[in-house]
């Protein structure tokens, strides 16, 4: 961090000096950068890793701008000014130079100077395009309730082998504390999920309806908690919000009788599968982990239609058993309880389903989905099945909480199953995909594991993927924060909950863009340039004027201001 803006044009020598010895002297840590196979990441130890104050405007013509990009720029923090002519620029990472055995600290900051002032001029002479971006706040739409990752049993197996805590306290706050990515909601398997050593469940024992191995933690459970506590403790995070969500429940309750396959649940179990998820919230509650949701369910097509390429837990629902179960049994169960304001997610599954899915629930039992708080998705077909799958549903099932609850890389047969470690064209996909959703009304989104090792697990069935964050699992001394980290944190960082989206029009398709009215009152907006070429952004504010800034090829920023 500490890259500084320059003005196009003359470069004062003076100015740049002042730039250079200021850098040290930055609340924030900035990013230990390493070369990695496909990219750079940034390394995380014990003692050390990196973090980024939230920037303050001391003025009302101030901004802020933090700045991602592919050649290696890890959250760089600059500043300007609203009504400046002259145009602003990001410098794009530059490689250090090797050091000389017997320079001198003059020589360094001379080799700085010249550095910077070539790096301009090579700026001025590549590729520029352009574009305005006009920012209304009285144009509002979605209110935001946050993003989050998620925390499965390969997490807790990961962390619990750290050698040392301090790496783990690092983890927790690189995705929780305001410092960090500003994380405010979390995803856990009610039970086991892929992400596990192996599956598992609470009641196992067949025939237990009284459900009552649900008055403890299960053993598998007790660490995974323990570790949740930490880092709420750690991070600092405020009203953390967890949603739950089932994998499959006991074999002995289902048609198969096994963990996966085709299998669902046996009606005579209705009432007790709805009473284990309420014993489930009871439990955590007890143990100090509040559950803000549940869902009715993770993906359940997979013991339907897909149990011959999903090999993990899983249990099947039609629309129609799910509306029986849900209007007849996990609503007035919930609804009735103690813990009646409860936010249950309906579907938990992909966008092809969607809005079908619901019509069919209500055709089944009419007005079932008045139980469902929130529509959950996961963003695996998303590239496949277009926009209008999410338009039709709004307009069918408006004032739903949207939530993209599952996301990651390497699912495809196309893709790498494991992580790219430095990829920036995964961290791209990300971002594209946050853009659209968030565009398209979603409130919220829950990325999957927040860490896997290099391998992309552990999974117990190798379903591996990556992650934004890999464990070095050869010490677990370190781990590593890729790309898709940080450009998750250009959306989670500086939009807080119960921020209002507001129009951000781009005026070509140079650049991808979405804005947020804070509850601060201060405006947040993220800027993507996925092209080649820089760009020189024009942003103009229905309120405070207008400045241009030049970012760099391949690049994404996170603009604030009052």
Known sequence: TGEMFASRGALLLGLVLISAISVGHSESIPCKLRDAEHGKVCVCTADYCDYLENPTLAEDSDFALISSSKQGLRFASSSGKFGVDSVYTVQDYVEPAPEAVNETVFSR??????????????????????????????????????????YTGAVTYLVDNFKQPELADHLYKSFYAEEGIGFNLMRVSIGGCDFDLSAWSYAEEEGNTLLSDMDDLDERDVERVAQLKRLIEVSGVKNLLIKGAAWSAPPWMKTNNRWTGFGRLKRDYYQTWADYHLRWVQLMEKNGLPIWAISTGNEPLNGIFFMYFVKFMSMGWTPQTQAIWLNDYLGPTIRNSEFKDLIIFGNDD?????????????????????????????????????????EHTTAYAPDKILIVSESCIGDKPWQAANPLLGSWERAEKYARDYLENIKLGFHAWIDWNIILDELGGPNYVDNTVDAPVIANTTTFEEFYKQPMFYAIGHFSKLVPKDSVRIDAIASNVNLNSVAFLRPDNKIAAVLFNSGRADLDITVVDSVRGKFTVNVPAKSIHTLLYN
């Open 109 to 150: 900051l001379l080799d700085r100077v010249v550095a910077q002032a070539f790096t301009l001029e090579s700026r001025e002479s590549s590729i520029t395009r352009s574009v305005t971006l006009q920012l209304d706040r009285s144009k509002t739409h979605q209110k935001m309730v946050g993003f989050g990752g998620s």
């Open 350 to 390: 992909q966008r092809y389903s969607f809005p079908h899915w619901f019509k069919m629930m209500n055709y089944t039992r009419p007005n079932s989905i008045d139980y469902l708080d929130g529509l959950s998705l996961h963003w695996y077909w998303d590239e496949i099945f277009g926009s209008s799958f999410i």
